[in-house]
């Protein structure tokens, strides 16, 4: 095998301009030229992952197979390549300052002034390399996060720097940028990306390759200004317009060659076109479906973009499978109530209520999940969603009217949801959940087990609570079935209802495992079951 290449993506003018959704299809256009690859993610924040950090902050928190806590980019590579990532796909520096902290501690170097070059850098070099170091990949995509001249940005940049200068070829670096369009003037402006290029400069790096976001095509001639300003070729200078889908992005960087150019300037073999076949029909399916259905998305943070991001992604990868539009409709857990479910909730074909921590909105998703139960609505509960339908069902079938989570309610006294045993003794916080991949055993009389057409499943965790296992008989008693288990545990991992045509919950994410060559069954289901409920209406 080849020396491993490494492609760092930076980005500049404004954050949010895409970076891992360029790095996202730049790895599949050269896995659909036969290259293996792989994307990590370094953050800047001190945080040693967002496993703590708020919802309103940072967005969703991606988990990975093997438990760890990343940033929500970790998603969209895994959507876009179908490759499982792991802990060291995602870098904080709060984790880099704790492992230097750490090794300095124990003495590993031996008594030397710890300073950040070249101890923080190179212990960023180091977590770099790792996958690189594991033989298994043509090419490690490296996106940073922030933008080019933020103060803690600094490291990263010059990590880079030392990494070009000492790899040559097997480096190449993006720099992803705005060219924004001022409509009083009728003009693109090139300045903010001819500015940010030489902040990056001021760094000691060199572009090899500018991307241009922009809302208009950049027109004849701008790409050569460009080139000419920021010493690029004028062949490296990429339009990315704004597009429908993130999805249509692999195709429009193909059109505009990233991936070649990315081949020549680490000068890798050009032998083959990308092979983008069943994304195109992806793609197809998803912007030609022949029929449409409105879902609800229950939960406390539908007015943040990216709180929910799986799961929206989920329902895309479903959309397309069954050649259905899903419209998502966002429902503020807080704002539902006895009163005014009804309004709220009528007019929905599926019923999907969130995963999430804490009080706020608790009530409004139990209601909502009566409100479906009681209506034949098909309904989808996903973690804490699981576990208010249990309680929703203890509380109106079972008669336990103070039914609740120990999470809530520690004193209540049904407790049918209850802090795992492991995780009683455990005071802090971060990383310190049921996390990453465990094994379920599925009853083979059941809905689920015709979904998944397996009796074995693995899937990502991310909780501290669960199904309280003493009140178990009663549930099945009346028709709460729960039909999958964790064989080595014994938790509840998987309930439905006997009497409902679509009513699962499950105590795991199966959003994590969503891709565009792989949509989860679940997701794909539910919206079949929506679909059905839609005709019947």
Known sequence: MAQTKYIFVLGGVASSLGKGIISASLAKLLQARG???????????????????????HGECYVTEDGAETDLDLGHYERFSNVPTSQSNNVTTGRIYQTVIEKERKGDYLGQTVQVIPHITDEIKRSIKILGNTGKYDFVITEIGGTVGDIESLPYIETVRQM???MGRDCCVIHLTLVPFLSAAGELKTKPTQHSVKTLLESGVQPDIIVCRTEHPLYDGLKEKIALFCNVDASS???SRDARTIYQVPLMMRDEALDAEVLRKTRMPIETAPDLKKWEEFLYKLENPTSEVTIGLVGKYVELKDAYKSINESFVHA????ECKVNVKLVHSEEVNRKNVAKKLDELDGILVAPGFGERGIEGKIEAIRYARENKIPFFGICLGMQCAVIEF????LGYKSAHSTEMNPDTKYPVIDLMEEQKKIKGLGGTMRLGVYPCTINKKSKVYDIYQTSHIQERHRHRFEFNNEYLNQFEEYGMRCVGINPNE????IIELDDHPWFIGVQFHPEYRSTVAAPHPLFVDFVAAAMTHHSKK
């Open 164 to 166: 070009r200068w000492e």
């Open 394 to 397: 203890g509380r109106n079938v």
């Open 490 to 493: 014994n938790l509840v991992e």
């Open 35 to 57: 290259f293996s690859v792989t994307i990590q993610k370094l953050d800047p924040y001190i945080n040693v992952d967002p496993g703590t950090l708020n919802p309103y902050e």
């Open 319 to 322: 959309s397309a499978t069954n």
């Open 237 to 239: 200078v990429i339009e």
